[in-house]
């Protein structure tokens, strides 16, 4: 199965409790286990640097208290559950705990405590997606309160772009439903070559693209229908092709568009292939999708190290992984 470990960074907030139904749901399907991490912030993190130590350890049992009522509602779905509070920078220390333990998916809200903003993603969220290196499956609040019962997941839309890193999620998709009432979409857009002039085209260069756009939409056409014959095993598998300037965009309105609730897909697409952490469609898709996104990383650790050490050499010193101690409970 794809997933082992799973982690859920929870802040008290029910905008962050809204990524458990999801995460019960992926987990029952690998027979995985969850982690539920809360980080506290210390005194030194804190706007006020004379926090009073009763109030401290006072809203520490709080969070205990709230933490192990949640792992009642999880564990009754037969889950193991893993209860921590660490204490620090919130982005710092999720990374540092999913890096201890050996997380293979966070699953997370766009938002948190702070509340739905004007951005994409949260602070804490945007800095796990890039500092982590983790697969993830990223929510968007407003579906559910809580957990009430585990997400089902009957029709996903998985984006495929004739590389092995799309085939590779395309299966990992099918094992992680297989025995499930599901019908699973390989979609391939193909891109309109962009042609940005002054002047517009002449007759021959629209020919010569539209032939261009023609060949690849046979070539992908076989294509499709091969994986899908591939991955049907119990599971209903359907190749759909679609033909766009704007792959982005029709990846998360095709979805929407098809009753999706979750669309699935590679960290890296063909064309951005391994300099960032995640390439730019993906991105884009994250930043636009109102459903659930799956994003599988498959780049080795040893390059993901090197792309992580290059993001942190950017920041700013106040937003750098510089790694602080964590105290367990």
Request: net charge negative.
């Amino acid at each position: 199965m794809p997933f082992k470990h799973l982690l859920i960074p929870l802040d008290s907030s029910s905008l962050a409790e809204e990524a458990i139904a999801h995460a019960v749901s992926v987990a029952k399907q690998c027979g995985a286990d969850i982690h539920l991490l809360h980080v506290q912030k210390s005194s030194s993190h804190t706007d006020d640097h004379c926090t009073d130590p009763v109030d401290w350890r006072l809203r520490r049992a709080e969070i205990r208290s709230y933490l192990n009522s949640l792992t009642e509602q999880i564990a009754a779905h037969d889950i193991a559950v893993t209860v921590s509070i660490v204490e620090g920078r919130p982005a710092e220390q999720i990374v540092e705990y999913c890096e201890k333990h050996a997380i293979d998916l966070i699953v997370i809200t766009a938002y948190g405590k702070g509340g739905i903003s004007r951005f994409d993603f949260g602070s804490t969220a945007q800095k796990v997606f890039s500092g982590a290196g983790r697969s993830f499956l990223i929510v968007r609040p407003g579906e559910q309160p809580g957990l009430q019962e585990p997400t089902a997941y009957r029709r996903i839309l998985v984006s495929m772009d004739g590389s092995p890193r799309s085939e590779w999620v395309a299966c990992q998709v099918a094992s992680l439903m297989r025995g499930q009432e599901v019908e699973i979409i390989l979609l391939q857009v193909i891109a309109v070559p962009e042609m940005p002039r002054r002047m517009p085209i002449t007759r021959e260069e629209h020919a010569t693209r539209e032939k261009f756009v023609e060949c690849n939409r046979r070539a992908a056409e076989a294509y499709l229908e091969e994986i899908a014959n591939q991955l049907k095993n119990g599971i209903k598998v359907r190749p759909r092709l679609l033909v766009s300037q704007n792959v982005a965009e029709r990846i998360y309105a095709t979805a929407a568009e098809e009753g999706a609730d979750l669309i699935a897909m590679s960290a890296h697409d063909w064309q951005t292939g391994a300099q960032q952490v995640t390439g730019t469609l993906c991105h884009t898709v994250m930043c636009h999708s109102r459903l659930p996104v799956l994003v599988f990383q498959d780049l080795p650790e040893s390059q993901l190290q090197t792309l992580r050490g290059a993001a942190d050499s950017m920041q700013q010193p106040s937003h750098s992984f510089a790694k602080n101690g964590s105290t367990h409970q």
